[in-house]
């Protein structure tokens, strides 16, 4: 059974950081990729890890305040954020594939986490 798991995440002000992390099990993933989606908005890219070579790509909207990292023995994707914002706010999801790739957009992705809210308050 392929599972997606977050954790992480709650309520927080503007200027705090934000940890997630997504445990992958039941088959192997080659690329892991965070995505979120804000009330009435699309589903957007924020940031993406290769499992092997760790070879990140993040979305210019946070570029230079997240860090995406992975452990690859435990088979598990972290996010960190820095200086969030009110815009930051959104529900993260997890998505995984069997490639390696950049891929930017929800629909090249087949595996995905429950998601978990993050409101940043101003």
């Known amino acids: 059974q392929v599972q997606l798991v977050e954790s992480g995440g709650g309520l927080l002000q503007a200027g705090d950081s934000l940890g997630l992390s997504c445990a992958a099990s039941?088959?192997?993933?080659?690329?892991v990729s965070w995505f979120r989606q804000a009330p009435g908005k699309e589903r957007e890219f924020v940031a993406s890890?290769?499992?092997?070579?760790?070879?990140?790509d993040y979305a210019d909207s946070v570029k230079g305040r997240a860090t995406i990292s992975r452990d690859s023995a435990k088979n598990t994707v972290y996010l960190q954020m820095n200086n969030l914002k009110p815009e930051d706010t959104a529900v993260y999801y997890c998505?995984?594939?069997?490639?390696?790739?950049?891929?930017?957009?929800?629909?090249?992705?087949?595996?995905w986490g429950q998601g978990t809210q993050v409101t940043v308050s101003s």
């Open positions: 890890i290769t499992m092997s070579g760790g070879t990140t």
């Open positions: 998505a995984a594939s069997p490639l390696v790739g950049r891929y930017y957009s929800a629909a090249q992705y087949g595996y």
């Open positions: 039941g088959r192997t993933f080659r690329t």
